[in-house]
Structures are given as C-alpha cells and as structure tokens.
C-alpha cells in the first residue's frame, strides 16, 4: 500500500500471537494485491479496465465498495470511490485492511491490547496494560518532529485515530466535485472514533471541505472527534475532543 504498517500486542502465548501475526501480515499483502491501483493485475485496476465485475471479484472488494458507497452518502459526496472516471476505493482500504488486522490479532487468547499503525493511522483495542491506556501523539503539520496533541483512549475499548493532510504526501487529496486536487485552508485533519475505516474516510472528506464546512460537519457525527490545523496555524476541534486529549 505504499506505507509501513507496524504491531503492537499485548498478551496472550506468544506462539499464538507469532501465527496471528503472520495471518494478519498476509490479509495486509492480499489486500494489497486485490486493492492495488498502481498494479495492472490488480482485481480492481481490472475491474477498473472492465475486465471483471464485482461479482467476479473476491468478496472484499464488494465489502469495501459497499463501505466507500456509505462514506459517500454520509458526506454527501465529499467522499468518493472513483477517480478521474475510474473505480478508486483505496481511500477506504487502508483503514479497512488495518482495522481487520487489529481485530484478528485482538481475537487471540489472552491478547489485552493491540495498536496497528498502517502510515500513521492507528487501530487501538484494549490496553496495553491494566489501568493504563494507549496514547497517540498527532503530529504537527507545521512543526516536523513537533506533536500537535495527544490522544488518550481512556475509557475506550475501541479507538482509531487518522490524519490527513499535506504535511508528509503534499496535496494528494482529490475535490470529487471538480476530479482536481482538492484547494482549502487546511493542512491537517485528525479524526478520533470507534474504527479506523470510518475516522479515515472522514479525515479525507473533512480536508476536502475545509475548515469551516469540515468542522461543522464532523461536529454534526456520532462518537466523533477532531482536530483540525489550518495553514494559517488555527487549530480548530470539535466540541468533545477535550476528554480525548491526554
């Protein structure tokens, strides 16, 4: 997919955790290679061409056409699975495949926690220990090596966080109204909720409407929180992001 994913298990035997790793290592390489547009033999770079249909497909691409279609409706378009004419769902699959990961890896006997990282989006279940939970620094768009907050999933059994922004890819979000890449005020969009598959989808959505539009807008989700970093150096959060931070 282009990035680095890394793993952090806690608990559980460690035989068990080395095959649920391995397990969750290959889902990450097949959806990689079902997923992939930058490889022509790709499902989806076929299905893209016209060679298959979605039924002729392997069942996950159905399930991440159908998350990207959601994501679509619940932004009113912002979101999108097509690009330049063609079907692009890999806004969806990165979060999707890393969520899948943590979740096979958390079904593990004895497993207590577990962080995925996928490019710095992250899928955090459990704790890492009793009565500590997991925290996430959210880097600083403006200030490399600088951290724009801290995240805490305290008192939550389930959190992702996903950013997105030009700070490490450049302007590399696409306006699904014009096909252009997307001009805004942002430069950063960092969401907080239950799974990963959704706070990606609405970091992109939300860079793609700006600040104003995008806050109002994330503002209006169920167990949803942001923080948003405009080029001009506002941040601007959603009401509830105080009891996130940590």
């Known amino acids: 997919m282009g990035t680095v994913f890394s793993f952090d298990v806690r608990g559980g035997a460690p035989e068990a955790v080395r095959a649920a790793l391995d397990a969750a290592v290959a889902g990450l390489h097949r959806a990689d290679a079902v997923f992939s547009t930058y490889r022509e033999d790709s499902e989806v770079s076929r299905l893209a061409r016209g060679e298959l249909t979605v039924a002729a497909c392997a069942p996950e691409v159905a399930e991440v056409l159908e998350l990207g279609a959601e994501a679509e409706r619940v932004s009113d378009g912002w979101f999108s699975t097509r690009y330049r004419g063609s079907v692009d769902p890999t806004g969806v699959v990165k979060g999707w495949a890393a969520e899948r990961a943590a979740r096979l890896l958390a079904s593990v006997d004895g497993v207590c926690g577990v962080s995925v990282n996928g490019g710095g989006d992250i899928q955090l279940l459990g704790t890492p220990e009793p009565g500590r939970p997991w925290r996430v620094g959210v880097a600083d768009p403006l200030r490399p090596g600088g951290l724009a907050a801290v995240v805490s999933a305290a008192g939550a059994p389930e959190l992702a966080v996903a950013t997105s922004g ?13 096909g252009r890449t997307a001009v805004t005020d942002l430069v ?22 700006g600040s104003r539009a995008g806050l109002a807008w994330l503002d209006s989700l169920p167990d949803t929180e942001a923080l948003l970093v405009t080029a001009g150096d506002e941040v601007r959060c959603t009401a509830g992001l105080a009891t996130r931070l940590g």
Do not use: K, Q
């Open 166 to 178: 030009t700070a490490e890819r450049g302007a590399h979000i696409t306006d699904p109204r014009t």
């Open 188 to 209: 950063s969009v960092t969401v907080v909720a239950p799974r990963l598959t959704w706070a990606d989808c609405w970091a992109t959505a939300a860079f793609a409407m």
